[in-house]
Structures are given as structure tokens and as C-alpha cells.
């Protein structure tokens, strides 16, 4: 599967952004589906994920409250939206697709290109 990631961008901290992850490639809309990111010098921190049925989401203990995982099955697309943003969410942002049980500690093995958010602070 091919993804696609976009939306990233320039924002105040406080600002929010909505990031999307398009797939595509064969039977793209059973696969679990994450964000991940990372800043310079740091390792990659899990965001949120989001089973392929859209039932079930998970989030990282530093975004939870303030972001959101969704998707669109019909667009084969997942979305971020990023609320009440802080400096500290400044990242190359990473979505990733994996398939199989939504609980499965295993890592994801399909990965898009990074977006960039900066929040200004």
C-alpha cells in the first residue's frame, strides 16, 4: 500500500491542523491505520492509531485529549486533527498502515513521506 501524506504547515501554538493520509494499492481500507513523528535528535514517538474498521483508537499520552484519529474508508483516507497545539508538537509527521489485529504490538510496514508541523510558540 502507498501512502500519502498532507496538510502539515505553520501554525501558533494554541492553532489547530488537520493532517490527512491518502492510501492506495490493494484492499488499502482493512489496514490499521497510525500517525507517528519525530523531531530532530528525538526518537519516533507513536501519535495515535486507528483500527481499519474505525471502531478502535489509541493515542499517545502527550496528544490525548488534544488530537483526534478519524477516517474515511470511501476515500481511503485517515486524518489527524491537531488541536490546541504547542511548540512541543513541532515534528515531521509519519503515517503508517499495517495490517492484521489492531493490538498486535508489532511494527507498522507500510509508511508514507513525513509532513512537517511547526508550531510557533
Known amino acids: 500500500v502507498q501512502l500519502q501524506a498532507s496538510g502539515g504547515g505553520l501554525v501558533q501554538a494554541g492553532g489547530s491542523l488537520r493532517l490527512s493520509c491518502a492510501a492506495s494499492g490493494r484492499t488499502s481500507s482493512r489496514y490499521n491505520m497510525a500517525w507517528f513523528r519525530q523531531a530532530p535528535g528525538n526518537k519516533r514517538e507513536f501519535v495515535a492509531a486507528?483500527?481499519?474498521?474505525?471502531?478502535?483508537?489509541k493515542y499517545g499520552d502527550s496528544v490525548k485529549g488534544r488530537f483526534i484519529i478519524s477516517r474515511d474508508n470511501a476515500k481511503n483516507t485517515v486524518y489527524l486533527q491537531m488541536n490546541s497545539l504547542r511548540a512541543e508538537d513541532t515534528a515531521a509527521y509519519y503515517c503508517?498502515?499495517?495490517?492484521?489485529?489492531?493490538?498486535?504490538?508489532?511494527?507498522?510496514?507500510?509508511w508514507g513521506q513525513g509532513t512537517q508541523v511547526t508550531v510557533s510558540s
Open positions: 486507528i483500527s481499519w474498521t474505525g471502531d478502535m483508537t
Open positions: 503508517a498502515a499495517r495490517g492484521g489485529s489492531f493490538h498486535d504490538p508489532s511494527d507498522y510496514n507500510y
